[in-house]
Nanobody, 125 residues
Framework: QLQLVESGGGLVQPGGSLRLSCAAS????????IGWFRQAPGKEREGVSC????????YYADSVKGRFTISRDNAKNTVYLQMNSLKPEDTAVYYC??????????????????WGQGTQVTVSS
């Protein structure tokens, strides 16, 4: 069974930080590009970030560039999303997804093959 499990979400105040984790099982994450997506109520799913399988190149939506950092730990079969300077508009369910061997478009949801269940991030005073 191929599985992705997100964790690390929660409630944080504006300006705060969270680190999300995406742990893979049933496949070797090394061979996959991993993307982070988010979806707020009533909004379309939005690509947030991606890290490639080949050279570790990273990609970010303009809305999070400079605040979020994606990273990969192949030994732990895990990808992280460090989120700093959080804003209320970052509130959403965050999903990780895997594409093999790479997505046709890094921040396009239909480029990805496997999805986690999501973790809620709420940024509020």
């Amino acid at each position: 069974q191929l599985q992705l499990v997100e964790s690390g979400g929660g409630l944080v105040q504006p300006g705060g930080s969270l680190r999300l984790s995406c742990a893979a099982s049933g496949f070797t994450l090394d061979y996959y590009a991993i993307g982070w997506f988010r979806q707020a109520p009533g909004k379309e799913r939005e690509g947030v970030s991606c890290i490639s399988s080949s050279d570790g190149s990273t990609y970010y939506a303009d809305s999070v560039k400079g605040r979020f950092t994606i990273s990969r730990d192949n030994a732990k079969n895990t990808v992280y999303l460090q989120m700093n300077s959080l804003k209320p508009e970052d509130t959403a369910v965050y999903y990780c997804a895997a594409a093999y061997p790479s997505p046709s478009s890094e921040l396009l949801d239909t480029s990805y093959d496997y999805w986690g269940q999501g973790t809620q991030v709420t940024v509020s005073s």
